[in-house]
């Protein structure tokens, strides 16, 4: 009589991912301030200004498993999360943090299955962020002009194992879109106002555009564009996060914060009214509608 094994092969799969492999990226942790992202290769040896660690002693133990330099110092190997791929990429220039990608993606509304068009891809950092909720299913066709960022953002995105959710391409977003019914689209260029038009032509209806811009000049330019080209439903927000130093007795905001990094703007695509009129009137509507006074007694009544 055949045995029915104990683990399912994606059980086992599981099961091996919890162990240090050869090529596997690992996140080396002394403290909150100092990790290092390193490759497993047999023979290598990885130094600090504590101590050294020989990686094919690292090889085959688990994540999270405690380990000890030559000097007598205790570092924890841990598994990549998504954060310390984009956090610890290779940058030729800015990186969006994730505090800005995460609304990204959540206005975004893309998931598995989901297709994306990305512009610039810069060093990849979004990209990796965009790759990992489309997957497995999905694509981001990234655009970017420079070949140094492009080569650069695909040696980050191999090493998140990313790279096969992601098609790259050279090309102008300013001058058109080749894809068609895309679910989003996301801009984090100079010019966003002149993608604009070819982003409602890239977009299936109802598709979200948004758009990344570090000061607010561009942020108007683009939201004219938005209204003009039959975009509704359009915000623009900041982030700014502020981490906490927490110690019983002691815990208050740290005295350093990440404040302004960009204006995210997000607008949806309506299908364009037929009389221009008829538009423009549903965007003042929207407007006045914005701008009118709450009437708190009558929404404290309906709810």
Same mark, same amino acid.
């Given at each position: 009589?055949?045995?029915?094994?104990?683990?399912?092969?994606?059980?086992?799969?599981?099961?091996?991912?919890?162990?240090? &492999?050869?090529?596997?990226?690992?996140?080396?942790?002394?403290?909150?301030?100092?990790?290092?992202?390193?490759?497993?290769?047999?023979?290598?040896?990885?130094?600090?200004?504590?101590?050294?660690? =020989?990686?094919?002693? !690292?090889?085959?133990?688990?994540?999270?498993?405690?380990?000890?330099?030559? %000097?007598?110092?205790?570092?924890?190997? %841990?598994?990549?999360?998504?954060?310390?791929?984009?956090?610890?990429?290779?940058?030729?220039?800015?990186?969006?943090?994730? =505090?800005?990608? &995460?609304?990204?993606?959540?206005?975004?509304?893309?998931?598995?299955?989901?297709?994306? #068009?990305?512009?610039?891809?810069?060093?990849?950092?979004?990209?990796? &962020?965009?790759?990992?909720?489309?997957?497995?299913?999905?694509?981001?066709?990234?655009?970017?002009?420079?070949?140094?960022?492009? =080569?650069?953002?695909?040696?980050?995105?191999?090493?998140?194992?990313?790279?096969?959710?992601?098609?790259?391409?050279?090309?102008?977003?300013?001058?058109?879109?080749?894809?068609?019914? #895309?679910?989003?689209?996301?801009?984090?260029?100079?010019?966003?106002? %002149?993608?604009?038009?070819?982003?409602?032509?890239?977009?299936?209806?109802?598709?979200?555009? #948004?758009?990344?811009?570090?000061?607010?000049?561009? #942020?108007?330019?683009?939201?004219?564009?938005?209204?003009?080209?039959?975009?509704?439903?359009?915000?623009?927000?900041?982030?700014?996060?502020?981490?906490?130093?927490?110690?019983?007795?002691?815990?208050?905001?740290?005295?350093?914060?990440?404040?302004?990094?960009?204006?995210?703007?997000?607008?949806?695509?309506?299908?364009? %009214?037929?009389?221009?009129?008829?538009?423009?009137? !549903?965007?003042?509507?929207?407007?006045?509608?914005?701008?009118?006074?709450?009437?708190?007694?009558?929404?404290?009544?309906?709810?």
């Amino acid at each position: 009589m055949e045995q029915t094994p104990f683990f399912t092969s994606q059980e086992e799969n599981e099961l091996a991912n919890q162990k240090i &492999a050869e090529g596997d990226y690992v996140l080396i942790y002394l403290d909150a301030r100092r990790t290092y992202m390193i490759k497993m290769q047999p023979g290598q040896t990885f130094h600090t200004h504590k101590g050294y660690l =020989k990686l094919d002693e !690292l090889i085959g133990k688990e994540y999270g498993e405690p380990i000890k330099s030559n %000097l007598g110092i205790y570092f924890t190997t %841990l598994k990549p999360a998504l954060t310390d791929y984009i956090m610890k990429s290779s940058r030729n220039t800015q990186i969006i943090y994730p =505090k800005d990608a &995460a609304l990204i993606v959540m206005f975004s509304g893309i998931g598995p299955g989901s297709r994306v #068009v990305e512009s610039g891809t810069g060093t990849g950092s979004l990209t990796t &962020a965009l790759a990992h909720y489309v997957g497995p299913t999905g694509k981001v066709y990234t655009y970017e002009l420079r070949p140094e960022f492009q =080569k650069n953002a695909a040696k980050n995105l191999e090493r998140s194992k990313l790279i096969d959710h992601v098609e790259m391409k050279s090309g102008d977003v300013t001058l058109g879109i080749e894809e068609r019914d #895309v679910n989003a689209v996301i801009l984090d260029l100079a010019v966003p106002w %002149l993608v604009v038009p070819h982003a409602y032509e890239a977009l299936r209806p109802s598709g979200i555009i #948004v758009s990344f811009s570090p000061t607010i000049d561009q #942020v108007v330019k683009t939201t004219e564009a938005l209204r003009e080209n039959g975009f509704v439903f359009i915000e623009t927000i900041e982030c700014m996060m502020r981490a906490m130093q927490v110690e019983r007795g002691k815990t208050r905001p740290q005295t350093l914060m990440t404040g302004h990094t960009g204006y995210i703007t997000h607008a949806r695509k309506i299908l364009k %009214l037929p009389v221009q009129e008829n538009t423009q009137t !549903l965007i003042q509507e929207e407007t006045v509608a914005e701008e009118a006074p709450v009437d708190q007694e009558k929404v404290e009544e309906i709810a």
